[in-house]
């Protein structure tokens, strides 16, 4: 797989970002870039562009990082978005989606709830001259010109390398707390983390399940069933992002133990949680960066190019196509690199920095 990749963090690389979104435009055609259709009428149309969100529930991020990233990216370049969340909701992302179209978006972004109902949304927003983005998550057999997302299998592999720092090479045992079944990212998520720790032979898999859309009450009961069915004997948790990782927490702090826990999206919850101690790390995915590349790509859509960001392929093996990519390099972060994120903008100190967390900010080097 050819992949184009962007430091998330420019700080940790002593390079600086380069994905803010180009000039502004306020109009352009429904392009062809990427096998999407032209639109019917030979008149040019005014770029406008529509966003749809997946939930509150599985992320924070979603309405705390993205969305205002998002319009702030595309407010920067003078291009009209609407921006809106499904809320969890299948049907209501399809009537989202068929309102766009018809208040004239000319390019939609999705994160697609799951493959099935993301590509029967991607289909007729093609049948209807759009353009179509998948944004964070594969659709899986869909239509997308493009895909803007992670190295998903390098978060994985963090994470994997995360718990293994913590964990050291004694012998551990360790239980699985993957992502939705319905989300292709879960699952390169989880390939990534098994390919780093199934090749340390000190290391067992004692217990390993999926989480039904991320649901983090979810997660708390399938934690506790595999923590009661192993006996207490887990000294590690791979959990695929903070919201898992802290129903995780939150059984074995009802069992007064403290184990290495990961997680994902260097959530105000995550971090603070990495300061207490009960979580090992947690991967910084810059939501500024991600929204920059979709709002930029987006822009170049509407005005009937081709990015020249994208120069790499994602596979789609149940479209048995290659969608092309902007992808973007994750980054790892323990209680030493917190402040990292706060410098980076990925949290304020302000939200982190509350109540007994202070003065663990002031000894993390937050200022």
């Given at each position: 797989?050819?992949?184009?990749?962007?430091?998330?963090?420019?700080?940790?690389?002593?390079?600086?970002?380069?994905?803010?979104?180009?000039?502004?435009?306020?109009?352009?055609?429904?392009?062809?870039?990427?096998?999407?259709?032209?639109?019917?009428?030979?008149?040019a149309k005014a770029g406008k562009v529509g966003v749809i969100l997946p939930d509150t529930?599985?992320?924070?991020?979603?309405?705390?990082?993205?969305?205002?990233?998002?319009?702030?990216?595309?407010?920067?370049?003078?291009?009209?978005?609407?921006?809106?969340?499904?809320?969890?909701?299948?049907?209501?992302?399809?009537?989202?989606?068929?309102?766009?179209?018809?208040?004239?978006?000319?390019?939609?972004?999705?994160?697609?709830?799951?493959?099935?109902?993301?590509?029967?949304?991607?289909?007729?927003?093609?049948?209807?001259?759009?353009?179509?983005?998948?944004?964070?998550?594969?659709?899986?057999?869909?239509?997308?010109?493009?895909?803007?997302?992670?190295?998903?299998?390098?978060?994985?592999?963090?994470?994997?390398?995360?718990?293994?720092?913590?964990?050291?090479?004694?012998?551990?045992?360790?239980?699985?707390?993957?992502?939705?079944?319905?989300?292709?990212?879960?699952?390169?998520?989880?390939?990534?983390?098994?390919?780093?720790?199934?090749?340390?032979?000190?290391?067992?898999?004692?217990?390993?399940?999926?989480?039904?859309?991320?649901?983090?009450?979810?997660?708390?009961?399938?934690?506790?069933?595999?923590?009661?069915?192993?006996?207490?004997?887990?000294?590690?948790?791979?959990?695929?992002?903070?919201?898992?990782?802290?129903?995780?927490?939150?059984?074995?702090?009802?069992?007064?133990?403290?184990?290495?826990?990961?997680?994902?999206?260097?959530?105000?919850?995550?971090?603070?949680?990495?300061?207490?101690?009960?979580?090992?790390?947690?991967?910084?995915?810059?939501?500024?960066?991600?929204?920059?590349?979709?709002?930029?790509?987006?822009?170049?859509?509407?005005?009937?190019?081709?990015?020249?960001?994208?120069?790499?392929?994602?596979?789609?093996?149940?479209?048995?196509?290659?969608?092309?990519?902007?992808?973007?390099?994750?980054?790892?972060?323990?209680?030493?690199?917190?402040?990292?994120?706060?410098?980076?903008?990925?949290?304020?100190?302000?939200?982190?920095?509350?109540?007994?967390?202070?003065?663990?900010?002031?000894?993390?080097?937050?200022?």
């Amino acid at each position: 797989m050819q992949r184009k990749r962007y430091i998330a963090v420019a700080g940790l690389a002593g390079v600086a970002l380069t994905m803010s979104a180009c000039g502004s435009s306020t109009s352009g055609t429904t392009g062809t870039s990427g096998g999407a259709s032209s639109t019917s009428s030979s008149a040019a149309k005014a770029g406008k562009v529509g966003v749809i969100l997946p939930d509150t529930k599985s992320s924070a991020r979603w309405e705390t990082a993205d969305r205002p990233n998002l319009q702030k990216a595309f407010d920067a370049a003078g291009v009209k978005v609407v921006i809106d969340n499904a809320n969890g909701d299948k049907s209501q992302m399809q009537t989202i989606a068929d309102q766009m179209i018809t208040q004239g978006v000319t390019v939609l972004a999705i994160v697609n709830l799951d493959s099935a109902s993301g590509a029967a949304i991607e289909s007729k927003a093609k049948s209807q001259g759009v353009a179509t983005i998948d944004y964070d998550r594969l659709t899986l057999g869909g239509s997308a010109d493009y895909y803007v997302s992670f190295d998903n299998n390098k978060v994985g592999a963090l994470q994997g390398e995360g718990l293994a720092t913590c964990l050291g090479d004694k012998k551990a045992n360790i239980a699985y707390l993957n992502g939705s079944p319905t989300d292709n990212n879960a699952t390169l998520f989880a390939a990534g983390a098994h390919k780093v720790l199934d090749a340390n032979k000190s290391y067992t898999k004692v217990a390993e399940q999926a989480v039904p859309d991320w649901d983090n009450q979810q997660a708390a009961t399938i934690f506790e069933q595999m923590y009661t069915q192993a006996g207490g004997k887990i000294d590690g948790v791979l959990a695929a992002n903070d919201g898992l990782g802290n129903a995780a927490i939150s059984i074995l702090k009802k069992n007064k133990v403290t184990i290495p826990v990961t997680g994902q999206d260097a959530t105000v919850q995550g971090l603070q949680n990495i300061l207490d101690g009960t979580q090992c790390m947690t991967v910084y995915k810059s939501a500024k960066a991600e929204a920059d590349a979709l709002a930029k790509l987006a822009i170049s859509l509407t005005k009937g190019e081709k990015s020249a960001d994208a120069t790499g392929t994602t596979r789609d093996d149940t479209g048995k196509r290659d969608v092309p990519s902007v992808l973007l390099d994750p980054v790892s972060i323990n209680k030493d690199t917190v402040k990292t994120v706060v410098s980076d903008g990925g949290v304020t100190k302000e939200e982190l920095c509350t109540g007994a967390y202070a003065a663990k900010c002031t000894a993390a080097g937050i200022s």
